[in-house]
């Protein structure tokens, strides 16, 4: 059920840059998901963005969309060790969400 | 409660053997999900449960089986594995089946010898 590619597939940024990371999809959407998973745990919701929204502001995530290229970015600003995780986006259609290879992100101190 | 539990967190199992995942919610979530994750690649989908009952099946082999006892518990029953199906196996529920964001359990960590 992989359904997009993600783009790099490994970033490694100092604490305090910004991580950006890009995501395609194959198929219309009902919205593009983000989430976060720390090594080999759960996977945590970060942000939800709809088919007819263009941007959205949480916290220190920017998501954008792009329906017309089937691709989303997300931005975290101000990077954090903390945020050393892997990120997924997920498409979510027909009841179900379509998840995206993946994103490993390292924050040095 | 925001939270999904799995039990067991890890599970080896022979072949032969018969075992069970859990998962429960409390958030009132009326879809439920298990996904399979192996290393370094994505949550691919298993079952979706929508007001407990088998909505979507991933074409998953039957050595799988899944049930939804009542609206919070989510079991997913395993029987002949192969070695190959040794993976990370996540839960997860959501608000409704269609388009809102999922909440994951832990997961449970299977190997099969």
């Known amino acids: 059920s992989q359904q997009g590619e993600e783009d790099p597939q490994a970033l490694s940024i100092q604490e305090g840059e910004n991580a950006t990371m890009n995501c395609s999809y194959k198929?219309?959407?009902?919205?593009l998901q983000w989430y976060r998973q720390n090594s080999g745990r759960g996977l945590v919701h970060l942000i939800l963005i709809r088919s007819n929204e263009r941007e959205k502001h949480s916290g220190r995530l920017r998501v954008t969309l792009d329906t017309s290229k089937k691709s989303s970015s997300l931005l975290i600003t101000a990077s954090r060790a903390a945020d050393t995780a892997s990120y997924f986006c997920?498409?979510?259609?027909?009841?179900?969400?379509?998840f995206g290879a993946g994103t490993t992100v390292t924050v040095r101190a | 409660d925001t939270e999904v539990t799995q039990t067991p967190k890890h599970l080896v199992m022979g072949m032969t053997n018969k075992k069970s995942l859990k998962c429960e919610q409390h958030?009132?979530?009326?879809?439920m999900y298990w996904y399979k994750q192996k290393a370094k690649k994505p949550p691919e989908l298993m079952f979706v449960?929508?007001?407990?009952?088998?909505?979507i099946n991933e074409s998953v082999p039957s050595r799988f089986s899944p049930e939804c006892p009542n609206s919070s518990l989510l079991n997913l029953h395993l029987h002949a594995l192969q070695p190959e199906d040794s993976a990370l196996y996540l839960c997860a529920s959501s608000h409704l089946p269609e388009t809102y964001e999922q909440y994951f359990g832990p997961g449970t960590r299977l190997t099969v010898t």
């Open positions: 449960y929508s007001y407990e009952k088998l909505s």
């Open positions: 997920a498409s979510s259609n027909d009841y179900k969400l379509s």
């Open positions: 958030m009132g979530h009326r879809a």
């Open positions: 198929t219309s959407i009902n919205n």
